[in-house]
């Protein structure tokens, strides 16, 4: 055997070893599974669930159909085990929740003002033409 030959089967195993290396280091260093959002999803479901009982239903119903179908789409990729989909859907279910519940707290508080302002508007009348007697 030459000694040029020996050089390129030298090279040849020192680039197999290097080429094996970086399969090996590149399956080692993927990243971890992510685990299931669990605690995720429960908080999620309780906005929803949250949102519904504050009225969202009257006050905010596309805010809160927004977040019925993104907490059934989070569900759906749980069941696949698609847990970073999973996750994002149940975080934007919450957010869209949340929303959904404030709007109903606020349409509340508006329907609430609206009620006492006719009801003074009434009362003045009455006094009104209580006084004018």
């Not at 969202?56 to 927004?66: C, D, G, N």
């Amino acid at each position: 055997m030459k000694k040029n030959d020996c050089f390129k089967s030298y090279q040849l195993r020192t680039l197999g070893v290097a080429i094996a290396t970086a399969i090996f280091m590149t399956g080692c260093a993927s990243t971890p599974t992510t685990p299931a959002p669990v605690e995720q999803m429960a908080v999620s479901r309780a906005a929803v669930n949250t949102a519904s009982s504050a009225g969202a239903s009257e006050f905010a119903p596309i805010q809160l159909k927004s977040a019925i179908d993104k907490m059934d789409t989070a569900e759906r990729a749980m069941g696949a085990k698609n847990y970073g989909l999973a996750r994002q859907m149940a975080e934007q279910a919450q957010v869209d929740a949340q929303l959904a519940a404030a709007a109903a707290r606020a349409g509340k508080a508006q329907k609430a003002s609206d009620a006492l302002r006719e009801s003074n508007r009434v009362l003045r009348n009455e006094l009104d033409r209580n006084t004018g007697q």
